[in-house]
Nanobody
Framework: VQLVESGGGLVQPGGSLRLSCEAS????????MGWFRQVPGKEREEREC???????????YYTDSVKGRFTISRDNAKNTVYLQMNNLKPEDTAVYYC???????????????WGRGTQVTVSS
């Protein structure tokens, strides 16, 4: 299994970024995917679930702090999951990870593999 995140960077408050996670090594359209974020001082198990999407893309979840600003989507033909982030705030600064889960969920323990992460920094 390989998950490769991209699209992070430095952006001013109010700006936008689109994260991508390209997957390989498993049957992508049979698994749920999630975006999590981790800030310095937190352990892997303490990653915050930002958004999840089921295998077909018709069911999504967002943590309250990103509702209305972030959108998760997937393209099963391209084995890729996306996170469109708009109206970014300094508190969104973190390393963002994508994970794969056979069941879906909002806790790290149900995700069986992770990418290496992409840094998102929101600062003026």
């Amino acid at each position: 299994v390989q998950l490769v995140e991209s699209g992070g960077g430095l952006v001013q408050p109010g700006g936008s970024l689109r994260l991508s996670c390209e997957a390989s090594g498993f049957t992508f359209d049979k698994y749920a995917m999630g975006w999590f974020r981790q800030v310095p001082g937190k352990e892997r198990e303490e990653r915050e679930c930002v958004a999840t999407i089921n295998y077909s893309g018709d069911t999504t979840y967002y943590t309250d702090s990103v509702k209305g600003r972030f959108t998760i989507s997937r393209d099963n033909a391209k084995n890729t999951v996306y996170l469109q982030m708009n109206n970014l705030k300094p508190e969104d600064t973190a390393v963002y990870y994508c994970g794969v889960s056979p069941f879906g969920g909002t806790t790290t323990d149900v995700y069986v593999d992770w990418g290496r992460g992409t840094q998102v920094t929101v600062s003026s």
